[in-house]
């Protein structure tokens, strides 16, 4: 398999544009999550899918965030408008079954910039 | 809530020595808990985790943790460390309660000198 596929790898946008980020989880995996990672905050887990269906948002930071996941093999993450203080490196992250001990795998990430 | 808390943001280590990288965590259910490895502009990947069965857990990469739930603690071991071991370690915790989502740690940056 080809483990789960980001994209872009990296971004570059000015403050005020509309960022969409891209994420294809592993086949067959039912549950998707989307990370943020910044030098501040670590590791934010934003949202989570299950069959499509976000399940919880409770970690998307402001109304100027929001994802999508239309069919079981890919979802996006987009910001409208961008700040600056949305540059991090966002992961998207895809297991089989939420089940207590079950892995994620993650994607190797999209590095955004907003200048 | 669940939480982890690793000791030490970076530790340097000698090749062939030993690396210990600490976490400790707060659950006011059973724990479930995760090592994972970020190499550099890399994803997180799974080093080995604990499911309530045996303590002493062995991962890939001749890594292994040891729940111990009188220190609620989940440290990280490898007896010799190799270059390839310099990389940010990340602790997570989940449990019943979180519905399985994870919460991680800060991280530890690993760096191995010849």
């Known amino acids: 398999d080809a483990g789960v596929i980001q994209s872009p790898r990296h971004e570059v946008t000015e403050m005020g544009q509309e960022v969409t980020l891209r994420c294809k989880p592993i086949s067959g995996h039912d549950y998707l999550f989307w990370y943020r990672q910044t030098m501040m905050r670590g590791l934010e887990l934003l949202i989570y899918?299950?069959?499509?269906?976000?399940?919880?948002d409770s970690g998307m930071p402001e109304d100027r965030f929001s994802a999508k996941m239309p069919n079981a093999s890919f979802s996006t993450l987009k910001i409208q408008p961008s700040e600056p203080r949305d540059s991090a490196v966002y992961f998207c992250?895809?297991?089989?079954?939420?089940?207590?001990?079950?892995?994620?795998?993650f994607g190797p990430g999209t590095r955004l910039t907003v200048l | 809530a669940q939480s982890v808390t690793q000791l030490g943001s970076h530790v340097s280590v000698s090749e062939g020595a030993l690396v210990l990288l600490r976490c400790n965590y707060s659950?006011?259910?059973?724990?479930?808990l995760f090592w994972y490895v970020q190499y550099p502009n890399q994803g997180l990947q799974l080093l080995l985790k604990y499911t309530s069965a045996a303590t002493l857990v062995k991962g890939i990469n001749g890594f292994e943790a040891e729940f111990k739930k009188s220190e609620t603690s989940f440290h990280l071991t490898k007896p010799s460390a190799h270059m390839s071991d310099a990389a940010e370690y990340f602790c997570?915790?989940?449990?019943?309660?979180?519905?399985?989502?994870?919460?991680f740690g800060a991280g530890t940056q690993v760096v191995v000198t010849p």
């Open positions: 659950s006011s259910v059973p724990p479930y």
């Open positions: 997570a915790v989940s449990d019943n309660a979180s519905w399985g989502k994870l919460q």
């Open positions: 992250a895809s297991s089989l079954n939420i089940g207590r001990t079950d892995t994620q795998y």
């Open positions: 899918f299950n069959n499509n269906v976000p399940i919880d």
